[in-house]
């Protein structure tokens, strides 16, 4: 079974610098696709990137973006620019690309990040 | 385009009565995800649905929980007998169901049981 390890409970960052969140995951899979989602306190989950693994080029969305090494099994969240709305709990969370098999999300435990002014 | 809906936002049930949480996915999504969130944990798969079939339950408690997707209506997470123990966030997820397409998340019920 994937598993899905998230290794700081918590971070911090102060506003308008550039903090990156760990994640590594463990597969005998070659294709599958990486997430990482937001909750902010609202609760709401908001996806931030996604990455599909047969992919070499790292995706970036704005401030953020990844740093997927495939052979190592690690998948880091950079965030550049840090603003105060970035506070929020992030979860890094791994899905397989078997086909016809089930397509849920396997979630690590989260990274809370805390952006100070 | 309206989100994935969720309904009720919070629900509190006495040990022993039965919760029922509605799922409305996003317009043109076919597949739907139930995912629960303990306090101060991560988000754990409980079922994948199609219209009219599950596809993967593996992650749902073999008793009291049940879940369906009709052809009409939302999806339907169903708790029996709820115990102090079911008190989660319960989030609801939708994809259009092709191979690897992102799941969009609902805003999640928050259940106490008391």
């Known amino acids: 079974a994937q598993t899905v390890t998230q290794s700081q409970p918590e971070m911090s960052v102060q506003e308008a610098e550039t903090v990156t969140l760990s994640c590594t995951y463990d597969t005998s899979e070659s294709n599958y696709y990486l997430f990482w989602y937001k909750q902010p306190p609202s609760r709401q989950m908001i996806l931030v990137i996604r990455?599909?693994?047969?992919?070499?080029q790292n995706a970036t969305e704005n401030r953020f973006s990844v740093n997927f090494q495939k052979a190592a099994k690690s998948f880091s969240l950079k965030i550049s620019d840090s603003q105060l709305g970035d506070t929020a709990m992030y979860f890094c969370?791994?899905?397989?690309?078997?086909?016809?098999?089930?397509?849920?999300?396997?979630f690590g435990k989260g990274t809370k990040l805390t952006v100070n002014p | 385009n309206a989100g994935v809906m969720q309904n009720p936002r919070h629900l509190v049930r006495r040990r022993g009565q039965e919760a029922r949480l509605r799922c409305s996915p996003m317009k043109g999504h076919s597949h739907v995800y139930w995912y629960r969130q303990l306090p101060e944990e991560g988000l754990k798969f409980m079922v994948y649905?199609?219209?009219?079939?599950?596809?993967?339950e593996s992650g749902m408690p073999k008793e009291r929980f049940s879940a369906e997707f009709p052809k009409e209506g939302p999806s339907i997470l169903r708790i029996q007998q709820v115990v102090r123990g079911d008190s989660a966030a319960y989030f609801c997820?939708?994809?259009?169901?092709?191979?690897?397409?992102?799941?969009?998340f609902g805003p999640g019920t928050r259940l106490l049981v008391l």
């Open positions: 990455q599909e693994a047969y992919k070499q």
């Open positions: 969370a791994f899905m397989s690309q078997t086909q016809g098999g089930s397509e849920k999300l396997v």
């Open positions: 997820a939708s994809s259009p169901g092709l191979n690897g397409e992102t799941q969009y």
């Open positions: 649905l199609q219209k009219e079939n599950i596809i993967d």
